[in-house]
């Protein structure tokens, strides 16, 4: 980046985001800005015309340019209503490709230079020192299967702030939420079995599903409430469902809370029909507000398996997950030890360290309002987009679920926004019967820049060209 | 340790370790020793005889004290002739403790305080390197999912110096060997095939045929030779083998290295039968002599999966291993990705460094002496033992394989043992028809010192106790 518009642009940009300038409020006038900054007039409106272009500023005759604070209409996408009988599950080498990609959750396809998050930098240095301690014949052994005795009870406290009391010895530690999703699959079905999913759900999950020979059956699920329950129940007395998976905070892509009405009745589902319910609860702490209780915290039969880990919250190098798996629970420390026989300790001990000093905590907090911030920034550009679009409003998570006018095929968008140098996750990806084929997951989990803004404004460009 | 004798014992002990002394050598004299080290006699005499009982030392009649170096009579153990059907494999939940414990490999149940050894500082060192030069948005994305090129690359040029030429993109990451060769089963077999192993075998692969519900089948293997090729073929003859998993270069517990002809042969039968190969290589670095080519070097129709890892040649803790997939590989990459998504780069980066600067290699070189003294050790102290033994004397590996008088059954020698602070791993851990009930596998990974020996001494003790 080299012209000084696009300097100055910047600037005003990391002020709106870091709230300098609050939603509503005014910018400095042009004249303020051309003394300040020591620029022309011309420069300083390609700058604000820029901004306003992309929606996050608004010019207001007579008055200046103000911080765009419309109350974003957001109108969320479409449920599904009709439900498909439970079937294998099989997934595309295209859709492979993709979800390895997008599995980066930016808008830009390839990691950005710059100073790493003063979090980060002390998280590394935790796992430094931790390296450091390593005597003896330590590197000799392997760490014992449930994982380090003081991760466990650090990730237990962090529960307990939750309204989940969980002991050490009642969570496994594993190679990331995937692994313990993994893991909970193989220990409580068999193939053939027929696992319930949100719809749209998780890619990650129906991938899961295939490699294990599992048949899926899709419940729908809104960006507002999760999983639709009626939709549910129905499904419950239609087919013999093993185990139900499911994200009630946050839930990617369709960023759901599920409100505590609706986990009571569905732990009443449960129980009633015997599942075993898989708790992905990977997002619960980028929540904006209050971190909501996990699901696992209704649990009275032992029939919830709770799987997490620390990648969408604070590092997805780490590679450091857990499970708490009920009743379950040993058969899943067992696959764990035969699949892999143990995690690393010193990582364990650092990351344990992080969190016993509150450097996790204060990460957790401080991130919240960033990301809250940055989903409105992507709300506000998307609210002056031409075409007709429905999309989530989350309170958590990293991204929202977008609805396009039904002509756009957002598979064939992915391909064409890729040579661009955009990165989108397109809806098919989220389903097991090819539906949301106009939907895509667009990701706020990175602060918005030019290269990101504009990135931005190439796909409305191009969704605008096809539709 | 505290009395001056034993004092002099250790450093005696080190002495016969580094080969300051040669075997058959004449140790200083008594005078020697008394003056050298402001020693009573008593004292000196005390130390001696300790090391003599431990069968280390022989005294010679007017001549003095000398380094214990009888040809060790190392009578191979009995190899199983009879061959059981293929069967489900289980394992009871008192094997699984067992497992937990002695993959530490050690006579001793909890690690030892002391200096790191120079290289794993070394590797810390790089790793921590690595750790401190991730910057921007790095830790918001994943690895890919075949792992880090860079060491992708190292691993292809330290295979190619033992005349297998492998390129990167032929290779994938894994958490260790038992997470490689979890993935090789799961890619390559399905439910109810029957899968060959060694007689004796890894306990690691046995636990792995039991999760995946595959059948297994036991091919007698030999301490010199490896796996019985005889043997082999009539198990092929009489029963549809899908794959065998076989570890040509010092299997624990046989610790044999498989003739050249022995291969040849082996890869003939495997081609005529259509079997998947799965090669467990993780100690072929742990060769005292030159490191022997892989079984995969021989293959000429793509069907050898090499698994392998850092765990037994440098460190457990790292968690790091790789697979060549042969015709399974996309599928093997592809059930990593959706099992764990990927590995820790800076890890990977860290390790590759350590590599890619030669340390990998001095490393191996070093502990290669290291390891046969300490092996040489082990046999010297066990000729000594009283009770009629054979034992194994393998060119590689952390353990040799001893077989007990009939009547010792070493399971419940295990519970007795680990009373008096020793851990050994019984031989029914490495059959799946409860065979081996007179034999164990004994570890000479960690050096000798004064508590090993008396745990060897105590060990002794019990079993003549019971024989």
Not at 370 to 387: F, V, Y
Not at 391 to 396: A, I, L, N, T
Request: glycine share 6%; aromatic share 6%; hydrophobic share 40%.
């Amino acid at each position: 980046m080299t012209y000084r518009y696009q300097q100055l642009e910047q600037w005003l940009l990391q002020g709106i985001q870091e709230q300098r300038w609050q939603p509503g409020g005014r910018l400095p006038s042009i004249r303020e800005l051309c003394s300040q900054k020591s620029l022309s007039k011309a420069t300083v409106m390609h700058a604000l015309q820029r901004l306003e272009a992309l929606g996050l500023v608004e010019a207001r005759p007579k008055s200046g340019y103000f911080v765009t604070c419309r109350p974003v209409q957001t109108q969320a996408p479409a449920v599904p209503t009709q439900i498909a009988a439970p079937r294998p599950v099989t997934v595309s080498d295209v859709l492979l490709d993709i979800m390895r990609r997008s599995a980066a959750f930016d808008l830009l396809p390839t990691p950005q230079a710059g100073d790493l998050p003063h979090s980060l930098v002390t998280l590394n240095r935790c796992i430094g020192r931790a390296l450091r301690r390593q005597k003896g014949n330590d590197y000799q052994y392997y760490d014992e299967p449930a994982g380090d005795g003081a991760l466990r009870e650090q990730i237990a406290v962090h529960a307990s702030r939750r309204g989940w009391s969980v002991s050490p010895e009642q969570l496994c530690i594993t190679s990331g939420c995937q692994h313990a999703l993994f893991l909970a699959l193989m220990a409580s079905c068999e193939r053939g079995d027929v696992v319930a999913v949100e719809s749209p759900g998780f890619y990650g999950v129906l991938q899961l599903l295939a490699q294990l020979g599992l048949q899926g059956v899709e419940v729908p699920s809104s960006s507002d409430q999760g999983m639709d329950l009626d939709a549910f129940e129905q499904v419950l007395t239609r087919w013999k469902v093993k185990a139900c998976i499911v994200s009630p905070a946050f839930a990617t892509p369709s960023g759901a809370l599920m409100p505590p009405a609706a986990r009571l009745r569905l732990m009443a589902l449960a129980n009633r029909h015997d599942l075993v319910v898989i708790e992905d609860d990977i997002y619960a702490d980028t929540a904006f507000g209050v971190i909501p209780d996990p699901l696992k915290a209704l649990d009275t039969e032992d029939r919830v398996i709770l799987c997490s880990s620390l990648s969408k919250s604070l590092s997805r190098d780490l590679r450091l997950g857990w499970v708490s798996g009920a009743r379950w629970h040993e058969r899943i420390q067992h696959l764990k030890l035969v699949t892999q026989l143990a995690s690393s300790r010193y990582l364990q001990q650092g990351v344990s360290d992080f969190m016993a000093d509150g450097s996790y905590a204060t990460h957790v907090r401080r991130q919240r309002t960033e990301l809250r911030n940055r989903r409105d920034q992507l709300l506000s550009a998307l609210a002056s987009w031409p075409m007709d679009i429905r999309v989530s409003r989350p309170e958590g998570g990293l991204a929202v679920w977008l609805e396009l006018p039904e002509p756009v095929d957002t598979l064939s968008l992915y391909h064409r926004a890729l040579e661009q140098g955009v990165v989108i996750t397109p809806g098919p990806l989220f389903s097991i019967t090819g539906q949301f084929g106009n939907c895509l997951r667009m990701s706020f989990a990175h602060p918005w820049d030019n290269s990101r803004l504009e990135a931005l404004a190439r796909l409305a460009t191009l969704i605008e060209r096809i539709g």
